[in-house]
């Protein structure tokens, strides 16, 4: 998953449970703490639900 | 009874009095019978005392749990529908979010997940791993879809749930129907499951309708520290009420009170009745071996419960 540069169209990758914790370099979409939406559920939980916490 | 809709009229919610929805329309073979959906294998049961039942494993899937029948069906018309869906709200107790995240990170749309507090935080890494946002908050599943419900409206996002308030939910879930449907090359006498809010084994029994068997008895399985169908069923009541005393058990993730969504034990209650079936309060410890039924048939899942005297388990 790290070297990329060695896809090809055509590429199949067998992903095993090895393979997959050891090459995975958290190539996710970032909505994650710190954004936008971070920010507007932060303060949505402080209006509604001040006992609720929003993980980091 | 549930109101009978049509798949492109299908929309979020329940109808009047609490009334549930149902998608008429067939599950379309591209929820299931392509080969991008992976059949969870039925596997012959070698353990002692479980001879001639077939387990039916769904643990296999992407996400690790028969959840992602229900995102991908759920997503899928969603976004069919709504291309610029702004985000969603996913209200669960692990499985789900785990889910909703992975089909959502392939689509780049934003999620929340509402989670009650007891659930683990190592559980929820493959969430935020694939940029989700969790919320840990309340006891258990009424809780968080009650927040997750206002959270919904403040941010504009769709509600991803596994309950009957989505019709989506069952529906998704009847492809384990027509997947044992083609699998099983024998008569399934009972079907035995785990039941939550209950989608799971109702859409069950619908995906074998859909491929033209007829319903086995289903026995719905529940935690006997929180048993709201179960114990309407032992009480021979026709209504579901939430459960509204202690939550005393470990297998939080069908430990649902039902509260403000009743109706979804009762229309599980309906189906299990209507098959013939029962519904079962178990403790959770490790000793499906010893109570398992014995006669030819099929476990949707692995519940895990003790005997109890008197039962035929």
């Given amino acids: 998953m790290r070297e990329k540069g060695a896809a090809q169209a055509g590429t199949v990758c067998v992903i095993t449970a090895s393979g997959f914790k050891h090459t995975f370099a958290g190539d996710a979409p970032q909505n994650g703490a710190g954004s936008d939406l971070a920010v507007k559920v932060e303060q949505f939980l402080g209006r509604a639900a001040p006992g609720a916490l929003l993980l980091r | ?313």
């Fill in chain 2, 1 to 313: 009874m549930p109101i009978t809709v049509s798949r492109s009229g299908a929309a979020f919610g329940y109808g009047p009095d609490g009334a549930i929805f149902e998608i008429g329309d067939d599950l379309p073979e591209a929820y299931w019978a392509h080969p991008a959906n992976a059949w969870t294998p039925l596997i012959a049961s070698r353990i002692p005392g479980l001879e001639g039942v077939r387990l039916k494993y769904e643990g296999s899937h992407l996400s690790g749990s028969f959840k992602d029948r229900i995102m991908a069906a759920t997503l899928g018309e969603l976004l069919a529908r709504q291309p610029d869906c702004p985000g969603v709200v996913v209200p669960s107790s692990g499985n789900a979010a785990v889910s909703a995240a992975a089909l959502c990170a392939g689509r780049n749309l934003p999620m929340v997940a509402i989670v009650p507090l007891a659930v683990p935080v190592e559980r929820l890494a493959p969430v935020t791993s694939r940029g989700g946002l969790v919320v840990r908050a309340g006891e258990g599943p009424s809780e968080a879809y009650a927040l997750a419900d206002r959270l919904a409206d403040d941010l504009g996002f769709f509600r991803l749930y596994s309950t009957f308030a989505s019709p989506w939910a069952e529906w998704g879930c009847r492809s384990i129907g027509l997947e044992l449907a083609g699998q099983s090359g024998s008569p399934i006498s009972q079907i035995v499951a785990p039941v939550s809010a209950g989608p799971v084994l109702v859409g069950l029994a619908n995906g074998l309708a859909q491929a033209g068997l007829d319903s086995p008895r289903l026995i719905a399985v529940q935690a006997a520290g929180c048993a709201p169908i179960a114990r309407a069923f032992a009480a021979g009541d026709d209504r579901v009420a939430p459960w509204l005393g202690a939550v005393d058990t470990k297998a939080a993730a069908i430990a649902d009170r039902l509260v403000n969504y009743p109706q979804d034990g009762t229309r599980v209650l309906e189906m299990v009745r209507a098959s013939h079936g029962i519904g079962l309060m178990r403790s959770a410890m490790p000793s499906l071996r010893r109570r398992a039924p014995r006669s030819c048939g099929t476990m949707a899942s692995t519940p895990s419960f003790r005997p109890v005297p008197g039962s035929p388990f």
